[in-house]
């Protein structure tokens, strides 16, 4: 993985690409005889976008026969990105296009390129927390495609039956429960650093006790003003993850174990506690159907009860081009794409891997519980996006850190230095003021 945060995106990309060739036409296509609008839309190829565009297309021209959408996919990652800026740039883009939310926006410089929606009625089932994320300048520019996800700690909810545990709400209460786990035989946390991405969810999933602690670190760290290793609440991930393993609650084999191994050890109540995206289970309920019921979701417990909550991955973005000649049509797309019927028909599609962020969108009875414990979240007001959303800096050595101190390599302390100094080349290329 090139960069730390991508790498999360990068890695749920490998859980579901698929080779896919393109659904449709680039070209924009005039409105043909009888008053057919033909629009066109461009997607990344992972297999889990592609099923949700198909579902939200057909649904979106079920309801409106007199618009035609033609699909198309791209790569993911930076190609993909890559791809983004140049049809933007050339005016050579499709009439919408799918891409993510948070900071990766700004580097579109939406204000020249992309249809201005703030006001608009577009808008108007959009959940209001999910809006700073296709937000530059104060000016909103897209609707929330698919589902948040969760980063924190999945759980063996038999596990926890067993053993009498309550979810806990405080660092505190996590690690008394890992005593008890470890005490009853069984691993009480899952660390796969083969994959080295997925030992960075101890830091970024953290995020919601750092802006509950610090309200201005995302602001204050873009701009140079605040560090991980300078602020207690933001250190505090790398010292979680110097804790687990110098208490020994990590499994054999931790620094070879995969990401897919680790998924199977929980599932299957051999290990406790995995701290882990909450997209990961959805693509494993086909073959290990008890994931959808026997692993539950909470966010990692901070040091207050009362200020409980948890980290989200928000989800993409749809986004109109300044250069569509069919504006009316495409923010009719929009306003279906955001509203619940919309997301009933992609939960008939795609199993849902956290909450919708559209007012009145509901989770079908059948949502995999972990999906459940994010709405409750969602719910209550107690959640917090995750770093990568709300700051565009970012450093590529993360996971890298990440692993020598989860390994017991690195003190927690210079882990956090380690990073503040890894940020600092991709600041100074963004031309980030204070840098």
Same mark, same amino acid.
């Given at each position: 993985?090139?960069?730390?945060?991508?790498?999360?995106?990068?890695?749920?990309?490998?859980?579901?690409?698929?080779?896919?060739?393109?659904?449709?036409?680039?070209?924009?296509?005039?409105?043909?005889?009888?008053?057919?609008?033909? *629009?066109?839309?461009?997607?990344?190829?992972?297999?889990?976008?592609?099923?949700?565009?198909?579902?939200? +297309?057909?649904? #979106?021209?079920?309801?409106?026969?007199?618009?035609?959408?033609?699909?198309?996919?791209? $790569?993911?990652?930076?190609?993909?990105?890559?791809?983004?800026?140049?049809?933007?740039?050339?005016?050579?883009?499709?009439?919408?296009?799918?891409?993510?939310?948070?900071?990766?926006?700004?580097? *579109?410089?939406?204000?020249?390129?992309?249809?201005?929606?703030?006001?608009?009625?577009?808008?108007?089932?959009?959940?209001?927390?999910?809006?700073?994320?296709?937000?530059?300048?104060?000016?909103?520019?897209?609707?929330?495609?698919?589902?948040?996800?969760?980063?924190?700690?999945?759980?063996?909810?038999?596990?926890?039956?067993?053993?009498?545990?309550?979810?806990?709400? +405080?660092?505190?209460?996590?690690? !008394?429960?890992?005593?008890?786990?470890?005490?009853?035989?069984?691993? $009480?946390?899952?660390?796969?650093?083969?994959?080295?991405?997925?030992?960075? *969810?101890?830091?970024?999933?953290?995020?919601?006790?750092?802006?509950?602690?610090?309200?201005?670190?995302?602001?204050?760290?873009?701009?140079?003003?605040?560090? #991980?290793?300078?602020?207690?609440?933001?250190?505090?991930?790398?010292?979680?993850?110097?804790?687990?393993? !110098?208490?020994?609650?990590?499994?054999?084999?931790?620094?070879?174990?995969?990401?897919?191994?680790?998924?199977?050890? *929980?599932?299957?109540?051999?290990?406790?506690?995995?701290?882990?995206?909450?997209?990961?289970?959805?693509?494993?309920?086909?073959?290990?159907?008890?994931?959808?019921?026997?692993?539950?979701? #909470?966010?990692?417990?901070?040091?207050?009860? !009362?200020?409980?909550?948890?980290?989200?991955?928000? /989800?993409?973005?749809?986004?109109?081009?300044?250069?569509?000649?069919?504006?009316?049509?495409?923010?009719? #797309?929009?306003?279906?794409?955001?509203? /619940?019927?919309?997301?009933?028909?992609?939960?008939?599609?795609?199993?849902?891997?956290?909450?919708?962020?559209?007012?009145?969108?509901?989770? $079908?009875?059948?949502?995999?519980?972990? !999906?459940?414990?994010?709405?409750?979240?969602?719910?209550?007001?107690?959640?917090?996006?995750?770093?990568?959303?709300?700051?565009?800096?970012?450093?590529?050595?993360?996971?890298?850190?990440?692993?020598?101190?989860?390994?017991?390599?690195?003190? /927690?302390?210079?882990?956090?230095?380690?990073?503040?100094?890894?940020?600092?080349?991709?600041?100074?290329?963004?031309?980030?003021?204070?840098?």
């Amino acid at each position: 993985m090139k960069t730390s945060h991508r790498a999360l995106g990068a890695a749920l990309t490998v859980l579901v690409m698929a080779a896919l060739t393109s659904c449709g036409s680039s070209s924009g296509s005039e409105p043909a005889a009888g008053g057919t609008t033909t *629009l066109t839309f461009l997607v990344d190829n992972s297999q889990a976008t592609v099923d949700t565009a198909k579902a939200l +297309t057909d649904a #979106f021209m079920q309801a409106n026969p007199t618009i035609k959408i033609e699909t198309e996919t791209r $790569p993911g990652g930076s190609e993909g990105d890559n791809i983004i800026k140049t049809r933007l740039s050339t005016g050579d883009m499709s009439d919408v296009f799918w891409y993510n939310s948070g900071s990766l926006l700004q580097a *579109l410089n939406p204000a020249q390129t992309l249809v201005d929606l703030t006001g608009d009625p577009v808008l108007q089932n959009v959940q209001k927390d999910f809006l700073p994320v296709v937000t530059q300048a104060g000016k909103v520019y897209g609707v929330p495609g698919g589902t948040a996800m969760g980063g924190g700690i999945l759980y063996n909810r038999k596990v926890y039956d067993k053993l009498g545990l309550k979810v806990p709400t +405080t660092w505190a209460e996590f690690m !008394a429960n890992n005593d008890k786990i470890k005490a009853a035989g069984i691993t $009480p946390l899952i660390s796969t650093f083969k994959d080295t991405w997925t030992s960075q *969810l101890f830091v970024l999933g953290d995020f919601y006790n750092v802006q509950a602690a610090v309200p201005s670190f995302a602001q204050d760290y873009t701009a140079n003003k605040a560090k #991980f290793a300078a602020t207690p609440a933001a250190q505090a991930g790398f010292d979680h993850l110097a804790e687990v393993h !110098a208490k020994g609650y990590l499994n054999e084999g931790f620094g070879s174990a995969t990401a897919d191994q680790g998924m199977k050890m *929980l599932i299957e109540g051999k290990g406790a506690h995995y701290p882990m995206l909450s997209a990961q289970l959805p693509p494993l309920v086909a073959t290990m159907p008890q994931a959808a019921t026997d692993v539950g979701f #909470f966010g990692i417990p901070g040091t207050d009860p !009362a200020k409980n909550g948890a980290t989200l991955w928000e /989800p993409a973005g749809l986004y109109i081009p300044k250069t569509t000649e069919k504006l009316e049509a495409a923010k009719k #797309f929009l306003a279906f794409v955001a509203s /619940p019927p919309a997301a009933d028909a992609v939960s008939k599609v795609v199993q849902p891997a956290g909450p919708y962020r559209i007012q009145g969108a509901k989770l $079908p009875d059948d949502a995999i519980q972990v !999906a459940k414990d994010l709405q409750a979240y969602v719910d209550k007001g107690a959640t917090a996006p995750a770093l990568e959303f709300v700051s565009p800096v970012k450093g590529p050595s993360l996971e890298q850190i990440t692993v020598a101190v989860g390994s017991g390599l690195t003190p /927690p302390a210079e882990g956090a230095a380690q990073y503040d100094k890894d940020v600092e080349k991709q600041a100074k290329q963004l031309g980030l003021a204070g840098w």
